[in-house]
């Protein structure tokens, strides 16, 4: 097989990077089940659905959550792969749960119809600071210590903590693991295997990180120009030395002042 352009690239991807973990686990029940069941606990759940980079819209704003499994009690699992800490913030998963129930309930529908909701992060670094493996996080009456009940549940996997020892440790070790040979679930393995040695695989990883880096270029593009503009608009600086920050031609620059001079006429 000839390398393909981002070959060694591939090569370095691990299941809590993005563009490895949307491919593994889209359409990927016996994975998804796999991760469910292990960080739960819970032998008996059934997964029936995984999507990936699923988008929720809400009124204000929409949210795109990572992976988003059902079982067959019509529970709903939304897992969320954290590199930076940020991403996993107590309200981002709070916001996620209220997305899950908003698009889970027609106009005038009854509350009781809600689904059971889990919201799963598995992070980097210990986001919550209590050097421990895993943190799950109910509503209770604070004046009983009783459950509320509202079937909301967030749950924290701290991806710092690989005790081998364990069937949570050797799943988070899979998921920060580059090498699909040295992974404990064959579940993983096999599809982690498929996207870095497979010649259909690779190549299909290969797409992605073609999207993926010219997304990031366009992105980039657009701040540049974001910050040309505020620039043009204190009118403090010349059109070359614009160019010259920003590293944009002195060319586009001149059509940025143009635009923006019409604009204000």
Do not use: W
């Not at 819209?57 to 079982?71: F, S, T, Y």
């Not at 067959?72 to 709070?94: N, T, V």
């Not at 992605?208 to 657009?222: D, N, S």
């Not at 910050?227 to 010349?238: D, S, T, V």
């Amino acid at each position: 097989m000839t390398k393909p352009k981002y070959y060694d690239e591939i090569q370095k991807l691990r299941l809590i990077d993005d563009e490895l973990m949307g491919l593994c686990f889209d359409g990927n029940i016996e994975a998804a089940e796999l991760l469910v069941r292990v960080i739960l606990g819970r032998d008996d759940l059934k997964i029936t659905s995984a999507k990936t980079q699923v988008t929720m819209k809400g009124l204000m704003r929409e949210v795109r959550l990572d992976i988003l499994a059902e079982d067959a009690e019509g529970r709903k699992y939304d897992i969320e792969f954290q590199r930076a800490d940020k991403g996993a913030e107590p309200k981002r998963a709070r916001m996620n749960a209220s997305m899950i129930d908003a698009n889970s309930l027609d106009k005038g529908g009854d509350f009781k119809v809600l689904p059971e909701v889990y919201v799963i992060f598995i992070t980097e670094h210990d986001v919550l600071k209590g050097d421990l493996p895993l943190y799950t996080i109910d509503r209770v009456i604070s004046e009983t210590g009783k459950p509320f009940g509202d079937e909301t549940h967030i749950v924290y996997v701290n991806g710092a903590h690989r005790d081998s020892g364990t069937a949570l440790g050797k799943l988070v070790h899979d998921i920060f693991c580059e090498k699909p040979e040295d992974m404990n679930y064959q579940a993983l393995a096999e599809r982690v295997r498929y996207f870095k040695d497979d010649e259909e695989g690779v190549k299909e990883m290969s797409e992605v990180m073609e999207k993926l880096l010219a997304t990031q270029k366009k992105e980039y593009e657009e701040r540049i120009k974001a910050i040309a503009q505020r620039m043009l608009e204190a009118g403090k600086l010349a059109m070359s030395e614009i160019a010259e920050y920003t590293g944009l031609s002195v060319s586009t620059v001149r059509r940025m002042a143009k635009k923006l001079e019409a604009s204000q006429a």
